[in-house]
């Protein structure tokens, strides 16, 4: 069961900025930071963003990551066909001693 | 480019057993803990299971706890997943993922890295 709470989906057209939330509690990203994954269903997941607003190498501008308090937020900017994907967030949970991630956005472009 | 290909997945009867192998290469495989995510059909992701470096440290998720073991071979750059007393619910795609640290704890987590993964189906 997911411990993270995320909306089911989120769309826009090309161009747009979509923003996806991502709620939790003090024992997970109250007190650790959050993490974003893409993963297109067949796929190898893809780490997005890290330490709630670090990219890796090679991950677009266009996605950023923030965090405030128990929540976290991802938005996507200049919105392209190829961010159709599912979209995670994920954190360490100090009270299960484990990571946990969030139930997932199906982001949709139009 | 880090590469991690699972294999050993299958068709498994309740109750049944299988391993799984993930076989990783163009990084020192020992100087990272590893981690095996699931995804059920229709489902999200879900953490099963992380190992350290060296091995001596391991965590489980409840649902898998008692039933399933992380190991690794680091002569063999493999981490593998015993996973017995199967369940119609144990059903997923098992991702294979490298960790960013040595150690278990927040300081591996997120996974850097990830496999295409391997799908376990539990059914009679």
């Known amino acids: 069961q997911s411990v993270l709470t995320q909306p089911p989906s989120a769309s826009g057209t090309p161009g747009q900025r979509v923003t996806i939330s991502c709620s939790g509690s003090s024992s997970n990203i109250g007190s650790n930071s959050v993490n974003w994954i893409q993963h297109l269903p067949g796929t190898a997941p893809k780490l997005l963003v890290y330490?709630?607003?670090q990219r890796p190498s090679g991950v677009p501008d266009r996605f950023s990551g923030s965090k405030s308090g128990t929540s976290a937020s991802l938005a996507i900017s200049g919105l392209q066909s190829e961010d159709e994907a599912d979209y995670y967030c994920a954190a360490w949970d100090d009270r299960l001693d484990g990571p946990v991630f969030g139930t997932g956005t199906k982001v949709t472009v139009l | 480019e880090v590469q991690l290909v699972e294999s050993g997945g299958g068709l498994v009867q309740p109750g049944g057993s299988l391993r799984l192998s993930c076989a990783a290469s163009e990084f020192s495989f020992d100087n990272y803990a590893m981690n095996w995510v699931r995804q059920a059909p229709g489902k999200g992701l879900e953490w099963v299971s992380t190992?350290?470096?060296?091995?001596?440290?391991?965590n489980y998720a409840d649902s898998v706890r008692g039933r399933f073991t992380i190991s690794r071979d680091n002569t063999k750059n493999t981490l593998y997943l015993q996973m017995n007393s199967l369940r119609g619910e144990d059903t997923a795609v098992y991702y294979c993922a490298k960790g960013r640290a040595y150690y278990y704890g927040s300081g591996t987590w997120p996974p850097d890295y990830w496999g295409q993964g391997t799908l376990v189906r539990v059914s009679s």
């Open positions: 190992i350290s470096g060296s091995g001596h440290t391991t």
């Open positions: 330490s709630n607003n």
